[in-house]
């Protein structure tokens, strides 16, 4: 598969199972597979006939952190969510709790400044860009993204809300796998109705996810449908 600006993906398969994943982009390259064999013969191939160097098992790749385990991979964007606070000085912000006033109604015609477009369509880039690894900041990413043509400074400030959620949850993780037994996930969720607590949650998901970021999904889709 390939496209004009996501990297160029090519599979080849070896026998009946066996087979290699390769993911080009500019002149970096990842690669995986089923069989050892495989990738040693891609890796001798190509540094045959390219001048290249092998850094070893992957740990960043285009704003992705890979932590490889025996067990299992992980995979995060904390240094992006880092880069891209510090690129719009927030890194010493004072954190939010949630990424979107629940209480405001964002629309084109606010009657406010017009801010800076090209800063505001940057710093939303770079926020979709973190829901790969962040579906928690998907809904309100997916609601300020409406106002790319003419923002204004209540939507830039919405932007800037996210930032400071950000920067309080840069060290979350999910819980992944936490069940030796059967490698399951745990979903939580509080609901609160003014300062009391209303309903609330903690039980071991029904199936098993295979990445943090599955499971982070799994997670967000038991608390919207007891929202609903």
């Not at 995060?76 to 405001?104: H, V, W």
Request: with cysteine; charged share 25%; glycine share 6%.
């Amino acid at each position: 598969m390939k496209s004009e600006n996501d990297p160029t993906l090519y599979v080849k398969k070896e026998g009946k199972n066996d087979f290699i994943v390769v993911c080009l982009y500019v002149d970096d390259i990842i690669y995986t597979s089923s069989s050892i064999f495989l990738v040693d013969e891609f890796k001798s191939q190509m540094m045959n006939d390219f001048e290249m160097l092998d850094m070893g098992l992957l740990h960043y790749f285009l704003g992705l952190e890979i932590h490889q385990v025996e067990d299992g991979i992980f995979i995060s964007q904390k240094k992006y969510g880092r880069d891209l606070l510090n690129k719009f000085g927030m890194l010493n912000c004072k954190p939010a709790a949630t990424p979107m006033n629940i209480n405001e109604k964002l629309h084109h015609e606010d009657g406010e400044e017009f801010t800076d477009a090209r800063l505001f369509r940057s710093l939303v880039g770079g926020l979709i860009y973190l829901t790969h690894t962040r579906p928690d900041i998907a809904f309100s990413v997916g609601v300020i993204s409406r106002f790319m043509q003419q923002p204004s400074k209540i939507h830039y400030g919405a932007a800037k809300r996210v930032l400071r959620y950000i920067a309080g949850t840069l060290d979350f993780d999910s819980d992944w796998a936490s069940s030796l037994d059967d490698r399951r996930s745990v979903s939580a969720n509080i609901f609160t109705l003014g300062s009391g607590v209303v309903t609330w949650s903690s039980k071991k998901q029904a199936t098993r996810a295979l990445s943090t970021s599955e499971a982070e999904y799994i997670a967000a889709t038991s608390a919207a449908c007891q929202a609903v």
